[in-house]
């Protein structure tokens, strides 16, 4: 483990689950409100620098499909979970899937008559769940199908669009399991929508990367183990692995804080994120480009405090600069920014989440309610 992980106070882990859900709905939020918006466009509403907080944004701003699908993906693990602490033997990807319907159904979206019917459950009910926020089509159309889309049996067998990476973060937060497992739910998961192979890699990458914060290592190693671990794939995707080994390299360059690629040159570099290996790259790009260089965070942080140069840098500090890094480009923002806000939470817990962007956020009593109940299912 690391000396900065070590050092510092680890966040429990019902703050970093409460931390990665609450944090993704951040992102999510604020780049949702640029998604289709161009840097140029982004410039001319909110100045030079972008987007910068939901202070800029008249009446705050909605959550999209991204966190809408993460919270499904918390139900369809939960209900898998309940069936396990019934003693009763469930398949987790059928339950995913399952969920995966209901919320189709919510985006106005008929069941398929060849699909089983799901019973509904808690979230079903919550009308913020129920407003189409620019659902992706392959998610759509994957599940429109009413097949079950396995790796052997896909649907969509060409999409590797973002869509599977966006909704993953919660497999990473199932404590007690193997890493392997973890890759494989989420790898699974994204089967059920997306059938190209950078999709499912993408998904259980990241979702490892998030498994790997949640055992308190730092933002660099799980970063580095998850690269690995998509390394030591059979089949392993290259433009995955090309976008992550860039995604180092760029941010070793400015590994203080002090020199983030520009907007333009972000996209040019890692891409716009429409697709699942650009927008794990572009989220975690951001992530570690502004977090503070590791030498001096080895030696100097403590309590979730680290320094960046010669000022202080907080978790929350690094929280706001992360995700404007993530939504300020011409690209799909809301998605990168979900990814990012996923990452940080994971790794600080609640403590790195604005007071006031809480206080912005769509519906933080339903984002709360689905973290209590995959808790109370795991943690007790």
């Known amino acids: 483990m690391s000396t900065e992980s070590s050092r510092r106070t680890a966040p429990t882990p019902e703050s970093r689950i409460h931390g990665c859900l609450l944090g993704g709905a951040l992102g999510d939020s604020l780049g949702y409100a640029v998604e289709f918006d161009d840097i140029s466009t982004i410039r001319n509403r909110f100045g030079p620098a972008g987007l910068q907080d939901f202070s800029a944004l008249d009446g705050g701003s909605h959550f999209s499909d991204d966190t809408q699908m993460t919270l499904y993906t918390v139900d369809g693990i939960v209900e898998a979970l309940e069936w396990a602490n019934e003693g009763t033997a469930a398949d987790a990807n059928a339950c995913v899937w399952l969920a995966y319907l209901r919320w189709l159904a919510t985006q106005g979206v008929p069941v398929p008559t060849s699909a089983p019917a799901p019973q509904p459950r808690w979230i079903d009910s919550q009308a913020v769940m129920k407003h189409r926020r620019a659902p992706g089509n392959a998610c759509l159309s994957g599940l429109a199908t009413g097949e079950m889309g396995t790796v052997y049996r896909p649907v969509n067998p060409d999409s590797k669009g973002c869509g599977t990476v966006m ?39 990241f979702s490892l990367l998030i498994h790997t914060l949640m055992a308190d290592e730092s933002l660099t190693e799980a970063a580095r183990y998850a690269l690995d671990h998509a390394r030591g794939q059979a089949d392993a995707e290259p433009a995955l692995i090309d976008r992550l080994e860039r995604t180092f390299r760029l941010a070793a360059a400015g590994a203080d804080g002090s020199a983030v690629l520009s907007p333009e040159d972000l996209v040019r570099e890692l891409g716009e ?97 689905m973290a209590g109940q995959l808790i109370s299912v795991t943690l007790g």
């Open 273 to 369: 994120g429409w697709v699942a290996e650009e927008a794990l790259a572009v989220a975690l790009y951001a992530v570690l480009a502004t977090a503070p260089g590791p030498d001096s965070a080895a030696d100097t942080a403590v309590s979730g405090t680290a320094v960046l140069g010669t000022a202080v840098q907080l978790p929350e500090e690094h929280f706001r600069k992360a995700i404007a890094l993530a939504v300020n480009h011409s690209g799909d923002s809301d998605s990168t920014g979900s990814i990012a806000g996923n990452i940080l939470g994971a790794f600080y817990g609640e403590e790195c989440l604005p007071a006031e962007w809480l206080d912005a956020l769509e519906a933080p009593d339903v984002i709360r309610e």
């Open 167 to 205: 909704r993953s973060a919660p497999f990473g937060l199932i404590p007690h399991i193997p890493a392997g497992a973890v890759y494989k739910l989420s790898s699974d998961a994204a089967s059920l929508t997306h059938g190209h192979r950078s999709a499912r890699q993408s998904a259980g990458t």
